[in-house]
Nanobody, 122 residues
């Protein structure tokens, strides 16, 4: 099965940008829909963005639409989350997920990385 490792988190001021990366190993990357999810302290994990196997289709949460972009490079087995105009409420642990199902069916994401912390200061 696939193993996922995230990187790129950190501390940034409000209005700033970060790019998260998630590199996969152990299986055929292009067989998986990929996504980013986040969990803030005291809250449930929530969907941020997902992308289809080919990268042709994406789904973005309303809370980040226009500010975040998801992309993937199947040759590098990597999915990215470009985050801009960051807000303090974006502070969370961001986790990469993978699914054999459709990118639009977030309930079927069942392979997870360890997560990377993103902190946005005001």
């Amino acid at each position: 099965q696939v193993q996922l490792v995230e990187s790129g988190g950190g501390l940034v001021q409000a209005g700033g940008s970060l790019r998260l990366s998630c590199t996969a190993s152990g299986d055929i990357f292009s067989a998986y829909a990929m996504g980013w999810f986040r969990q803030a302290p005291g809250k449930e994990r929530e969907f941020v963005a997902t992308i289809s196997r080919s990268g042709a289709s994406t789904s973005i949460a309303d809370s980040v639409k226009g500010r975040f972009t998801i992309s993937r490079d199947n040759a590098k087995s990597t999915v990215y989350l470009q985050m801009s105009s960051l807000k303090p409420e974006d502070t969370a642990i961001y986790s990469c997920g993978a699914s054999y199902g459709s990118y639009s069916d977030t309930a079927r994401f069942n392979f997870w990385g360890q997560g990377t912390q993103v902190t946005v200061s005001s």
